[in-house]
Structures are given as C-alpha cells and as structure tokens.
C-alpha cells in the first residue's frame, strides 16, 4: 500500500510539474509582462551600456569594425587587430589595403581591396593565403570551407570571375562579355559556382543566375555551365549557397531558390516588406508592417525556412528600427539607444541600452559588437 501511495504521489506531482512547465512556457510566449520579467530577471537578457568588454577605437585613424565568427575585426592604416568575444587581442596582421571589402562565413574571412587587385583569406584569426589578380577587384565571396569567388573588371571584359580552393590554388576563370557579375556564391560541398549577372545593354533590363560545375569548369569549360536563369525587368542584389544543390537569390521585390535544374519564387514582396534579407542561416528574413489603428501601425519580424513553410514571427509592436543588421544565426535591431538581438527562432536573445546614440552594429555567428566612436562594446550569446 506505502509503495503505490508513493507511486501515485511521484505521478502527482510529475504531472503537476508538467502543468506548470507547460503553462509558464505559454505564458511566456503570449504575455508580454510576463516575458519581459522572465528575460529580466531569470534569463538576465537586459544588458546595458558600460558593463561588457570593450575594444578602444582611435576615431583620428578612421577604423572600419566588422564581426565574423566569434571575432571582432578593427582595420585602420593597413592594420588588421583582431579580438575575441571577451576583448582581448588574439592577433594583429598587416595588409596592403586601403579601401576594404569583405565576406565571412564560419571561421573564414577573406578580405580584399575595393577596385584593386590584392586579397588576403584568414582563419579564425591567422592568414593562411593570399594573392593578386589582373584587373580590379569589385566583389569576393567566400564559403564556409575556404573556397573563394572574386569578381573583376578589365578593360577587355564587363566582368571577370575566378575562383580559388582553401590552399589558394586557382581552379578557373569565368568571363562575362556582355553582363556584370554582381555577386556569387559556392555550394557547400565546393560542387558549384552560382552567379548573378545583370545586362544593361538592352531596352529592357535583364538579370541573370548562373549555375557552374567547378570540375566541369575545369576539364570541359564549354560545358560547366549547367543551368542559367533570365529575369527581366528585376535587379539581383545577393546569392547565398546554404546546401549543396539550392542558392537562394534576392531580387529588387522577391526571393528566388535556383537549383542546378529550376527557379523557384519563394517569397514577393509588396508595399508592406520594408526589410527583405536573405543573410540569415537558410532563411529570408523580413519585417512587415501591420494596420493596428486608423493612423497606428505595428510591425512584425518574420523568419521563413527556405526549404519549407514554417516561419518564427517577433513581434515589433510598434517600433521601427533604425538599422538592422543580419549574420548567420541572428537579427540585431538598432533603435538608437537600445538594442534588441533576435534568433533566427524568432526569440530575443539580448537588450541591451545605451546612454548615447549608437553609431554602428556589427553582427557574427554569436557575437554583436555596439559601435560608438571611441569603443566596441561586445555582446557575447
């Protein structure tokens, strides 16, 4: 009799936890106050300014910041200092560059000078190569193995595309006679090249996405081209690989998946998208705007699975943000003097708050750098 009291008992009170759990967890998801006191006081998710590590800026040496990975990057007179998440100097790289651009993905970063001829790739925080090429450098793409596009303009062709492996061998040249290359992107198993091409020649603009087989491009150059995509009347502005097969491309109003055998439309946008991203982790990020008066509105935050219909939705109530900025696993929103970081679940990650005016976010995988004038302030999560 004592043991099944005792067994009924443990049932109880298994079953009355599970309750609990399940109600805080809809509590949680539906009202705001009680949200807004559990992120406070339990997930400590409000951080404020001068309370994190800091990374001191000279402004007289005019620093450009970015983040990749969990790394903070500072470039200024010819001086690339890079720092971890708790600000520390981890290393410090000298480079022949005046006017940087850059692309990131995992612990890769490939850093190139705008309309000159020299690159560096690094990982994590060392150079492993770098190298020059003949014409001026408008573009540079990398991914997530070490594989790098670069797009060039010469005087005998619009566009020049060329791509490197890890060890910085060059494996093909593409040559674009009659459109621009504006952007690239290669699949994560190294198998293919996509490019987005726009052709202003005609009466009506034309864009186009291109699909290569890097080891066809390197024994059959006549036949690497395997699939190749027309849109008219519509500017491509960004290709992002996320798996093997699929690239996934934003044009001036929607978003497309390219495939190495067909296009698929996989969001349009209208007068209600006033932010349209493809940058986060295999989905297009957006914030719709939402009637909620006569002259009131609010705004949601949507993230949509780009291999399937599921979406995670955070709602902005009525506040625009002023910058935002998307990278991988998160959304950082800039209102001026707070910030709010947003997964790719669609839950806040961190708020953080600010006596001044916040100059510049800058977003890595799990990592957000505040930007003023004279520090970073870092956000680890």
């Known amino acids: 009799m004592k043991k099944n009291k005792k067994s009924k008992l443990k049932i109880y009170l298994l079953v009355t936890l599970a ?22 006081k339990i997930f400590r998710k409000n951080v404020t300014e001068n309370t994190l590590p800091a990374i001191e800026l000279n402004s007289d ?25 708790k600000a520390e100097e981890v290393n410090s790289l000298t480079l022949n ?39 001026k450098i408008s573009k540079i793409d990398i991914n997530k193995n070490g594989y790098v596009s670069v797009i060039v303009s010469t005087s005998a062709y619009k566009s020049i595309v ?42 009506v603009l034309k864009s186009y996405v291109k699909i290569i087989s890097l080891e066809l491009a390197q024994t059959k150059a006549d036949e690497a081209i395997i699939y190749k995509k027309e849109i008219s009347d519509n500017i491509i ?20 998946k390219v495939s190495t055998t067909d296009t698929t439309e996989l969001f349009k946008a209208d ?5 349209l991203d493809i940058n986060i982790d295999n989905n297009i990020s957006l914030i719709e705007k939402q009637s909620s008066g006569l002259f009131s509105y609010d705004y949601d935050l949507k993230f949509m699975k780009t291999n399937s219909k599921s979406e995670n939705i955070y709602i902005l109530e009525n506040k625009l943000p002023k910058q935002i900025v998307a990278d991988y696993n998160s959304i950082a929103l800039n209102y001026g003097n707070s910030v709010d970081i947003i997964n ?38």
């Open 19 to 40: 309750i609990i759990i399940i109600l805080s967890i809809a509590a949680y998801a539906t009202i705001k106050s009680f949200r807004l006191w559990v992120d406070d």
């Open 61 to 85: 040496d005019s620093p450009i910041s970015f983040s990749y990975s969990n790394f903070i990057g500072v470039y200024s007179k010819n001086k690339l200092v890079v720092y971890n998440k």
């Open 97 to 135: 560059i005046t006017s940087p651009i850059f692309s990131n993905n995992g612990k890769y970063l490939a850093i190139a000078e705008k309309d000159g001829s020299n690159f560096y790739v690094i990982n994590s925080s060392s150079l492993i190569w770098q190298a020059n090429v003949d014409g």
């Open 162 to 203: 060329i791509v490197y492996n890890a060890d910085g061998n060059k494996l093909f040249t593409n040559y674009l006679s009659s459109s621009y290359g504006v952007c690239t992107s290669i699949s994560t198993n190294n198998d293919y090249l996509a490019v987005g091409e726009i052709d202003y020649s005609g009466t």
């Open 237 to 256: 502005t960004n290709i992002q690989y996320y798996d093997k097969e699929n690239a996934i491309c934003m044009l001036t109003d929607s978003v497309i």
């Open 271 to 275: 007068e209600n998208t006033l932010f």
């Open 344 to 381: 790719k679940s669609g839950w806040l990650e961190k708020t953080y708050t600010s006596s001044q005016q916040i100059k510049d976010l800058i977003v890595g995988d799990n990592i957000v750098g505040i930007v003023y004038k004279d520090k970073i302030e870092i956000i680890d999560f």
